[in-house]
């Protein structure tokens, strides 16, 4: 899902001038990063608009540990009760 978006030269570059701009410094923890995030996550219903894509609003520049974070909480929300720790390993909250 979103592979074409990713392939795609208008996104490798909109992806380096995000980067460049900042700093290469994760928005949410200050550490260096490298993950060019969408904010309002890729689907297959938004994948070929690119008010989604390649909208330098919906970007935010984030290190893998934060990336992990956002990816983990989502699973949180679909799933109740399961989870991943920091480790990425399957947590079941005994509720
Ligand atoms: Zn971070």
Redesign the pocket.
């Known amino acids: 899902m979103g592979q074409k978006v990713y392939d795609s030269k208008a996104w490798q570059l909109l992806r380096q001038a995000y980067y460049d701009s900042q700093h290469g410094i994760?928005?949410?923890?200050?550490?260096p990063?490298d993950i060019v995030d969408h904010i309002e996550p890729i689907t297959s219903e938004n994948v070929n608009d690119i008010w989604i894509t390649l909208n330098w609003e919906n970007l935010q520049l984030?290190?893998?540990?934060?990336?992990n974070?956002k990816t983990f909480r989502k699973h949180f929300a679909i799933r109740e009760g399961f989870g991943f720790d920091e480790n990425g390993d399957l947590i079941v909250s005994k509720t």
């Open positions: 994760c928005e949410w923890c200050g550490s990063g984030l290190c893998l540990s934060c990336h974070k």
